[in-house]
């Protein structure tokens, strides 16, 4: 890997961009490389730049001012994500992407080189730290690759099957790059309690796990919440299919204090006691029926998910219909993902069993205690 930064410049004036160039190229840190408006995806592919300065508009053949950048800002977006400096004489036109922290938006005059400058400087450190995220993946790909291509071999040995063949290192190397990254993080510091999140979901289905808010609910209040509980399967719509109901299984939402007073602890009052119930409760995942769901900073605030207060969702008033009325803000990664699943098993799938004289059997089995005492010098 090449240890300068490619700096891709995309400009139809390239001689606005000069001052900014020598500027960067004055210390051994960058590379630049400018190009016009439609050679930028060729460059894009070919030098696989770290950051693009991009200009969003030039004049058209009728003299009226046209925009190309903004569509080669989307092609960044989705097909080679990085930060991106728009720099314009119109940053007015550019709206849908200008409040993400890797776009900064510089409005050219004079002297600006040197804005542009600062921002490339500001996203530097993250921009080395990608390029390590990438480089990283790269060899966990080789390796999965080269572990599943001999199985896929054994499984389909005729030069025949070769599409079979190809479509199960496909599959099987997928699988295996999600472990082999999924075992690597294992390896590191302990997870930041909002690292079990995706955001955005992933999926398009509804997964158990998922944390709901009411369309128009504040983000700052845990009754705006819902925790998914139904089965993954029975939502699942790949392949084609219907997801198995029309009503979704959910926990409502609530402070942790309010939590806490669902259970059976009496002495939530007292500080000592809160403090010890918390940190005994955080390891294990959840407490009788509530499970602690850690804050997401900009998402959703720390809060629990009260298995005792239940509510049904319809499928069709959540996100990509015509009555939203509730937003998937997150996902939960496994294996935490199963905890609810867990957590609500034990609270929906115990027996029901009638109170029973336990202090008697208590001094039943502490007499079993004092018989083997008594009779442990005798042999």
Not at 83 to 108: G, I, L, M, N, S
Not at 279 to 290: H, Q, V
């Amino acid at each position: 890997m090449n240890d300068k930064l490619t700096i891709l410049f995309v400009e139809d004036n390239s001689d606005s961009v000069q001052p900014v160039i020598r500027l960067l190229q004055s210390t051994p840190v960058y590379q630049c490389e400018v190009k016009d408006f439609g050679e930028e995806e060729a460059a894009i592919e070919a030098s696989i730049p770290d950051i693009v300065v991009l200009d969003l508009t030039t004049e058209g053949r009728d003299g009226e001012r046209e925009t190309p950048g903004l569509a080669i800002m989307d092609r960044v977006w989705e097909h080679r994500f990085c930060p991106v400096v728009v720099y314009t004489a119109y940053p007015e036109v550019f709206v849908e992407h200008r409040d993400h922290p890797f776009v900064e938006v510089v409005q050219k005059g004079a002297r600006k080189e040197h804005d542009v400058q600062k921002a490339i400087e500001n996203f530097r450190p993250h921009v080395e730290a990608m390029r390590g995220v990438e480089a990283n993946i790269r060899r966990q790909f080789a390796t999965a690759v080269r572990d599943v291509v001999p199985t896929a071999f054994n499984v389909f040995p005729e030069d025949s099957d070769f599409e079979k063949r190809n479509d199960i290192i496909t599959r099987l190397g997928r699988r295996r790059l999600a472990a082999l990254m999924d075992e690597l993080s294992r390896r590191g510091e302990p997870l930041a309690s909002w690292e079990q999140y995706l955001t955005p979901p992933i999926s398009g289905d509804i997964r158990l796990g998922d944390i709901l808010r009411r369309r128009g609910g504040p983000q700052g209040i845990p009754n705006s919440y819902f925790v998914v509980l139904a089965p993954s399967c029975d939502l699942d719509t790949s392949r084609g299919q219907s997801p198995k109901v029309d009503r979704i299984l959910v926990a409502r939402c609530c402070s942790f204090k309010e939590g806490l007073q669902s259970t059976s602890r009496k002495d939530i009052k007292k500080p000592k006691k809160i403090k010890e119930l918390i940190e005994d409760i955080l390891p294990r995942g959840y407490f009788e029926n509530i499970v602690p769901i850690p804050a997401l900073p900009g998402h959703f605030p720390r809060m629990v998910a009260n298995l005792r207060k239940l509510g049904f969702v319809p499928l069709n008033r959540i996100r990509g219909n015509t009555n939203v009325r509730f937003d998937v803000v997150a996902s939960v990664d496994s294996p935490f993902r199963e905890l609810f699943a867990w957590a609500y098993m034990r609270i929906a799938c115990r027996p029901g069993l009638p109170d029973r004289d336990y202090g008697k059997w208590c001094e039943e089995i502490q007499e079993d205690f004092a018989e083997v005492a008594g009779g442990a010098g005798t042999e």
